[in-house]
């Protein structure tokens, strides 16, 4: 089996604050690393309302999917800041049935989010707008410098076709909805000279397990470093 890569983002418009739909899975014949998740606009450690707006009734969906795809170990505060609780982490063997449990997965999750696109109520006022707005791009900026996933990009087209292919494609608006930079967003991550620090697992804790309880509260988790 070929080395297979999904890298699939979506957004609402920002007249409404939904969380985006991720979906990364890489597949090589020994293994598939998968992270599927409803990943928050905004931090719901902080925006309680925002947890209980979306993520309140969606744990059912971890529920059913956090044995058949377990947690897959070690990952870092840099990363979790960007999950939801119902996110599944997860590397497994890549067997006919281990798809088939993940494409029931991607499906379950991606219609829950049409279901939340088709209920969602249009925002009005535009300061709340704006930081929706800025919430996403955010986000995107995160991801257009961070995703772990480009590394293998660079390596399987080169790093002028990959770093288009994030900017233009996968993460599509980091250059158009906002004109912050990486930087303005995360200065913990400068160095002296001015660039960005690529070095991962700088800022906070790890953690080995699913550092949520069944109703989603954040518990933290083993400390791995």
């Not at 063997?93 to 939340?116: F, G, I, R």
């Not at 925002?123 to 955010?138: L, P, T, V």
Request: a negative charge; one cysteine or more.
């Amino acid at each position: 089996m070929p080395m297979q890569v999904l890298d699939f983002a979506a957004f609402s418009e920002p007249e409404y604050d939904l969380p985006i739909f991720c979906a990364n899975a890489f597949t090589s014949p020994v293994q598939s690393i998968v992270v599927l998740d409803l990943n928050p606009l905004y931090d719901i450690t902080l925006y309680k309302d925002y947890k209980e707006k979306y993520f309140r009734n969606l744990m059912p969906l971890i529920q059913k999917y956090s044995e058949l795809l377990p947690w897959g170990g070690k990952i870092t505060s840099e990363s979790l800041r960007f999950f939801s609780p119902v996110v599944i982490w997860s590397i497994f063997e890549p067997t006919e049935q281990n798809h088939h449990v993940l494409y029931s997965a991607l499906m379950d999750y991606y219609k829950v989010w049409l279901e939340l696109a088709d209920q969602a109520i249009k925002e009005n006022d535009a300061s709340k707008i704006a930081h929706n707005r800025e919430a996403q791009h955010r986000y995107l900026t995160w991801r257009a410098e961070k995703d772990p996933g480009y590394p293998l990009l660079k390596k399987l087209i080169g790093e002028s076709h990959a770093k288009d292919l994030v900017t233009e494609f996968l993460f599509e608006g980091v250059n158009s909805l906002g004109s912050k930079s990486f930087l303005d967003y995360f200065p913990e991550y400068a160095r002296d000279d001015g660039t960005v620090n690529k070095k991962r697992s700088m800022i906070g804790k790890s953690f080995e397990t699913r550092p949520w309880d069944a109703d989603g509260e954040f518990i933290g988790g083993d400390d791995a470093g």
